[in-house]
Every structure is written in C-alpha cells, then in structure tokens.
C-alpha cells in the first residue's frame, strides 16, 4: 500500500520560502517517477516539478523555473520541494505523487502518476 503525506504549507508574504515535504510508505525508490503538482481554485492542475528517483533528473513548469527546486532523500523516503521567491500566484494546494510503472524518463503529465497524497496548502499574500 502506497502512501504520500505532504507537509510544510502555510501562510506567507510574496518573496518569502517555503519547502514542502512528502513522506512516502511503500514506493521503491528505483526507476520510479515523484513529481509536484499543484491546483489553484477554478484552475486546472498544474504541473510543478518531477523528479526520476534513480537518475535525479529533474523539470520544472514554466512558472517555477528558477525559483523551485525538487530533491529526494531515499534514505528517508522523502520528496521536497524548496519554494523561493514565492508569488500570490504560486497560491494552491499542493500535491505530491508517485508513479506506478517504472519509467526512463519522467513527465509533468499526471496520467503518468498512480499515487497522489492529501495535499498541503501554500498561501502567498502580497
């Protein structure tokens, strides 16, 4: 049984940081994609940042390139993303996932992810 709990929203002022955890129970860290995604209300969901957890390699949404960065601990079975610069419109629930298959290469398409956690809450004022 896979299981993603996200931790580390809150409240903040536009150019602070925020770094977001998600703890993962049952996810082999091997080949596997983790990514970031995020839903504002009355938007779509959106695409954030992917991580491959057996290369490391990384991307990001457009909107966050620069100011985002995704990074995994496998010792601790945890996915971070560190948010710096943060804007009003960087406000959303955020959702941390985990493919199923096995991957080469990973996506910020979220067909691509089988497992989603509960969501954490960014609030950025200005």
């Known amino acids: 049984q896979v299981q993603l709990v996200e931790s580390g929203g809150g409240s903040v002022q536009a150019g602070d940081s925020l770094r977001l955890s998600c703890a993962g129970s049952?996810?082999?860290?091997?080949?596997?994609?983790m990514a970031w995604f995020r839903q504002a209300p009355g938007k779509e969901r959106e695409g954030v940042a992917d991580?491959?957890?057996?290369?490391?390699?990384?991307q990001y949404g457009d909107s966050v390139k620069g100011r985002f960065t995704i990074s995994q601990d496998n010792g601790k079975n945890t996915l971070y993303l560190q948010m710096n610069s943060l804007k009003p419109e960087d406000s959303a629930m955020y959702y941390c996932?985990?493919?199923?298959?096995?991957?080469?290469?990973?996506?910020?398409?979220?067909?691509?992810?089988?497992?989603w956690g509960q969501g954490t809450q960014v609030t950025v004022s200005s």
């Open positions: 991580i491959h957890t057996g290369t490391g390699s990384t």
């Open positions: 049952g996810v082999t860290y091997n080949r596997y994609c």
């Open positions: 996932a985990a493919s199923k298959e096995r991957y080469y290469w990973c996506n910020l398409n979220a067909d691509t992810y089988s497992y």
